[in-house]
């Protein structure tokens, strides 16, 4: 028998160009050109694609307005600047600059802030894992320990039978603050007894020298309300403490958690319309500390741990288009450079993605996924997206927060980092990562060579 003609199926899509404007425009799709009064193209063709590149000016201002925020309503605030969340040091000494202290969870990272010039008594140490030599090293150093459980509490005693100095120490309280799950796995339980257990474990041996009260109750807070919650409990904990032992806690450390613009998969309106800004976590808190039963007239500090809200507005990826192909049900996708390996928080976040030059203002729902050869590599499952061809560039926004250290080296290398500074000019805060550079760590045993 005759084989028939080959016949392809036709594609019907619809052309979607989005709600009209008054005039019965159609809203076409924003684009971002340059960062900084720098031209994505500049950058890609100096820099390579993909790249990250972060904007100190940005990184300044979004600080300045959480610290007015906060200073303006609250006597005594000082912010210790979240080295997991982005430990660059550039980005570091950046934050150091405008006067944060520095918060660190692991021996890494305590070290790495000495190294950027950080005075051990600024560093606030927390985290379930401390060695003993991290506990005797800032203990010797007069860092501030934040105590997460028991058995640390116990190593810190014997450390403190042998030490000249007095660990300076805070406990981490986790509670109900109304916010479900409840993060209860990191510190000592305020609605069990547990935190207050502690602390007359820590009063009563005589050995500690207990100065804060510290809690962190999640991380992207999408409404301020659990922070009053949380302030009024550790108020309350610190008011009980004078009144029993006559010893003043010198501050209270709300952790991080302030919500960054992105939006979070599934939810329905965009992050930068629904997330609270500084000013409304900062009434939350003051309110509930002003309010409390502390002494007013000796406030205790309050220390702010924020990390993604003053980081992730700061980040870009600028990067190039691999390919465009149909899928089996005729959705349109597209191919580009940047894959979930360096892009860790597309797991969470719709990020925005925009062209870097004038497209046609046709959209077309549209599945953008990484280079990765790995199913999940997607970066956007669906957004109406117009068409860019093979090797046209693109910008993705807010990605300051967590990439530059979540990420992982997986059948790519990972990128350049690049800083543009408030002069405009950039530079390169960290290499790419090059064959050389990943093998200088492997050894391939003799017999194998
Ligand atoms: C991660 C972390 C922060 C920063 O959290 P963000 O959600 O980035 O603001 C602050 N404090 C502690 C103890 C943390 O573990």
């Known amino acids: 028998m005759k084989k028939k003609p080959e016949y392809e199926r036709p594609i019907i899509t619809k052309i979607n160009a989005g709600v009209t404007d008054k005039f019965g425009m159609r809203a076409k799709m924003p684009i971002i050109s340059e960062i900084d009064g720098i031209p994505v193209n500049d950058l890609i063709n100096k820099y390579g694609s993909p790249s990250f590149i972060l904007s100190e000016q940005t990184i300044r201002k979004t600080f300045n307005d959480a610290k007015r925020a906060f200073t303006t309503r609250y006597p005594n605030v000082q912010f210790a600047w979240s080295y997991k969340t982005n430990y660059m040091n550039a980005v570091c000494k950046i934050f150091h600059s405008e006067g944060s202290w520095a918060e660190v969870v692991s021996g890494f990272e305590y070290d790495k802030a000495l190294s950027n010039g950080v005075a051990p008594n600024k560093i606030i140490f927390n985290g379930p894992d401390k060695s003993k030599e991290d506990l005797i090293k800032a203990t010797e150093n007069g860092s501030y320990i934040h105590i997460d459980h028991f058995d640390e509490l116990y190593e810190l005693l014997n450390i403190a039978d042998s030490s000249k100095k007095r660990p300076k120490v805070a406990i981490r309280v986790n509670m109900d603050t109304g916010?479900?799950?409840?993060?209860?796995?990191?510190?000592?339980?305020?609605?069990?007894?547990?935190?207050?257990?502690?602390?007359?474990?820590?009063?009563?041996?005589?050995?500690?020298?207990?100065?804060?009260?510290?809690?962190?109750?999640?991380?992207?807070?999408?409404?301020?309300?659990?922070?009053?919650?949380?302030?009024?409990?550790?108020?309350?904990?610190?008011?009980?403490?004078?009144?029993?032992?006559?010893?003043?806690?010198?501050?209270?450390?709300?952790?991080?958690?302030?919500?960054?613009?992105?939006?979070?998969?599934?939810?329905?309106?965009?992050?930068?319309?629904?997330?609270?800004?500084?000013?409304?976590?900062?009434?939350?808190?003051?309110?509930?500390?002003?309010?409390?039963?502390?002494?007013?007239?000796?406030?205790?500090?309050?220390?702010?741990?924020?990390?993604?809200?003053?980081?992730?507005?700061?980040?870009?990826?600028?990067?190039?288009?691999?390919?465009?192909?149909?899928?089996?049900?005729?959705?349109?996708?597209?191919?580009?450079?940047?894959?979930?390996?360096?892009?860790?928080?597309?797991?969470?976040?719709?990020?925005?993605?925009?062209?870097?030059?004038?497209?046609?203002?046709?959209?077309?729902?549209?599945?953008?996924?990484?280079?990765?050869?790995?199913?999940?590599?997607?970066?956007?499952?669906?957004?109406?997206?117009?068409?860019?061809?093979?090797?046209?560039?693109?910008?993705?926004?807010?990605?300051?927060?967590?990439?530059?250290?979540?990420?992982?080296?997986?059948?790519?290398?990972?990128?350049?980092?690049?800083?543009?500074?408030?002069?405009?000019?950039?530079?390169?805060?960290?290499?790419?990562?090059?064959?050389?550079?990943?093998?200088?760590?492997e050894n391939v045993p003799d017999y194998l060579n």
């Open 179 to 441: 916010i479900y799950p409840q993060w209860d796995r990191f510190g000592f339980n305020y609605e069990n007894g547990e935190a207050w257990n502690a602390l007359n474990r820590i009063m009563m041996s005589k050995k500690l020298d207990l100065i804060g009260l510290h809690t962190h109750i999640g991380t992207y807070m999408m409404t301020p309300t659990p922070y009053g919650v949380a302030a009024s409990k550790l108020a309350e904990l610190a008011v009980r403490t004078e009144r029993k032992f006559n010893h003043k806690i010198k501050y209270i450390d709300m952790g991080g958690g302030f919500a960054s613009k992105n939006t979070l998969k599934g939810a329905y309106l965009p992050g930068k319309d629904t997330c609270p800004s500084f000013d409304q976590y900062a009434e939350a808190i003051s309110n509930a500390l002003i309010n409390s039963e502390l002494d007013p007239n000796e406030m205790p500090t309050l220390f702010l741990e924020t990390g993604r809200a003053l980081i992730d507005d700061a980040g870009y990826i600028t990067g190039s288009v691999l390919a465009n192909k149909r899928l089996a049900d005729g959705r349109r996708s597209m191919i580009i450079d940047t894959g979930v390996n360096m892009l860790f928080t597309s797991f969470w976040y719709e990020h925005e993605i925009y062209p870097a030059k004038e497209v046609s203002s046709h959209s077309e729902d549209t599945t953008i996924y990484g280079p990765l050869c790995m199913n999940i590599d997607v970066i956007r499952s669906v957004i109406k997206f117009p068409s860019l061809q093979k090797g046209d560039h693109y910008v993705i926004k807010r990605v300051g927060a967590y990439n530059m250290t979540q990420w992982m080296q997986f059948i790519t290398l990972r990128p350049k980092i690049i800083l543009i500074d408030t002069e405009g000019k950039a530079h390169i805060i960290r290499e790419n990562e090059t064959n050389d550079s990943l093998v200088a760590l």
